[in-house]
């Protein structure tokens, strides 16, 4: 009997040295239940003080089990936190995309027609109201049923980033695509924000490319005044929104394959954010602007880094070559190889202040066909 009983001693001081060795790792254990037994459950704040590298480790540790309750528990950690696996964060967004149907449908229900407000702008009004309606709750059921990949969704941060493609062991090429001034959640809801990055992974024809369109931050989005003359020219603003990206792109390199390459592409305010993040620390291998604004100041290339801009003819050259809007731009860069195209219907002088040729480069018709051939090229080349 005493043989007996100091055998059970010696199991039970091996168990608890195996948990606290256990919680070490993955955070604390709650306090035994009545039946004596230790549950853990995986928590928000066992993530706490923890970097995106040592947060994945933690991850790898949980089981299925444990990995199903954290998703469902705390989907907003889930699917939010660098150094979650982005599987993982892809299936709690769905959660989060639910969850947010069912508070705009308490908070912003569908617009019902209202006869007797019949002014002469009303049906127009009331349709434009309806269209954006559907939109976003189209948009929104897809994600939850599995046709949309949100790696971020959290609209109290104004934060969301669409993973378009598959990011696995056979990735061989991951681009962050940052799009410019004015986007907001909104701006997803039609697709034509996703056209350059989508078009950029249906043209592998290896499968090995996935996008992430990301706006992981508020972006300049305000009035048209605001945005363009204030937050966009702003260095204060991109310096504060520029972190978001470094950590996110850190989080891609942490799950990448090894020998993948990492391209991030911006369009307008979009490249200022990626070289923004560049001076945070964030590396990659290929920088594309697609008719990119001015760099921050304290920007210099990374060596190793491949640089490149495209661009037609359009009002943001123009601001640029006149110094209203940043002297650091990538026409004016050396280390940048440049590409300029011609309009379509030709040069014209009005060209200059166009803002419709800045928004063509960002776009997959026939009109910029041969400047995103020529990106296309760019990105594969090794």
């Known amino acids: 009997m005493a043989f007996l009983n100091s055998a059970a001693a010696e199991l039970s001081r091996n168990a608890n040295e195996q948990d606290a060795a256990s919680s070490a790792v993955r955070g604390p254990v ?5 039946a004596g037994v230790y549950v853990w459950k995986p928590d928000p704040l066992h993530l706490q003080g923890k970097s995106a590298a040592q ?20 989907p907003v950690e889930a699917g939010n936190t660098n150094g979650i696996p982005f599987d993982t964060r892809v299936e709690a967004n769905r959660i989060n995309a639910q969850n947010r149907i069912d ?61 378009i493609g598959d990011f ?12 410019g001034t004015l986007t907001n959640e909104a701006s997803f ?37 605001e945005a363009f003359l204030v937050e966009a020219k702003s260095d204060h603003f991109v310096a504060d929104k520029s972190p978001a990206l470094r ?3 850190a989080a891609v390199d942490l ?19 990626i070289a923004g993040s560049e001076n945070d620390g964030a590396r990659y291998d290929k920088v594309i602007a697609l008719s990119g604004a001015a760099m921050p100041p304290g920007w210099n290339p990374n060596q190793g880094t ?47 202040l166009s803002f419709e040729n800045h928004s063509l480069i960002a776009t997959t018709g026939p009109d910029n066909e041969k400047a995103l051939e020529d990106v296309d090229k760019e990105i594969r080349g090794r």
Request: glycine content about 12%; charged content about 20%.
């Open 255 to 273: 799950e990448k394959p090894a020998s993948a390459l990492t391209a991030a592409m911006g369009h307008s305010w979009g490249f200022r954010l």
């Open 103 to 163: 508070w705009l449908n308490q908070n912003d229900p569908e617009p019902l027609f209202n006869p007797l407000l019949m002014d002469a702008g009303y049906p127009q009004r009331f349709t434009a109201q309806h269209e954006a309606w559907e939109k976003r709750q189209s948009y929104l059921q897809k994600v939850v049923d599995g046709d949309i990949k949100l790696a971020g969704y959290d609209p109290g941060r104004n934060s969301i980033v669409e993973m």
């Open 247 to 249: 950590d996110f792109q």
């Open 306 to 352: 491949e640089y490149s801009t495209f661009t037609y003819p359009d009002g943001l050259l123009t601001a640029e070559l006149s110094g209203v809007v940043g002297e650091n731009y990538p026409m004016k860069e050396p280390a940048f190889d440049k590409h300029v195209y011609a309009p379509p219907g030709g040069f014209e002088w009005s060209d200059g």
């Open 55 to 74: 947060i994945k480790n933690w991850s790898a540790e949980l089981t299925e089990r444990e990995r199903q309750h954290f998703i469902r528990d705390h």
């Open 189 to 225: 809801y039609g697709g034509g924000l996703q056209d350059v990055p989508r078009y950029l992974v249906e043209s592998d024809g290896t499968g090995g490319t996935v996008a992430f369109v990301y706006k992981g931050s508020e972006f300049p989005d305000g009035n048209y005044g």
């Open 30 to 34: 709650f306090p035994p239940s009545s």
């Open 168 to 179: 696995d062991s056979g990735t061989t090429t991951g681009v962050t695509y940052v799009p």
